[in-house]
């Protein structure tokens, strides 16, 4: 998987891919960990405008990179979620986490 990231001053997003499995949350989670620390991050967003599919363990790396941000003093926002994505965030309790920014394509 090719993992697709840009960072501005002080913020990453990331360009979570078309499906979120095992391998690919462990992929995200250690180059994600590496550019938290590395570019001093205080805003991460993961933007999901290519996701049709999450399981449990991208859950956790989400919930995991929450943490990780809340203990830095950052903040973590979610983008372009589709109605399947959202539908996993909501049953999973992510909003209460990740502030969940919704566009007007998905209404």
Request: aromatic letters at 10%; charged letters at 25%; glycine letters at 8%.
């Amino acid at each position: 998987m090719e993992f697709q990231y840009e960072t501005k001053t002080g913020s990453l997003r990331i360009f979570a891919p078309r499906e979120i499995d095992e391998c690919a949350a462990s992929e995200m989670r250690e180059e994600a960990d590496m550019l938290i620390d590395n570019y001093q991050i205080r805003h991460l967003i993961f933007d999901f405008a290519n996701t049709e599919f999450m399981d449990s363990s991208g859950i956790g790396m989400l919930i995991g990179r929450s943490r990780k941000m809340g203990y830095n003093g950052g903040s973590v926002e979610a983008q372009n979620l589709n109605p399947r994505v959202q539908k996993i965030f909501t049953l999973a309790g992510l909003p209460r986490l990740i502030t969940v920014v919704k566009e007007e394509t998905y209404d």
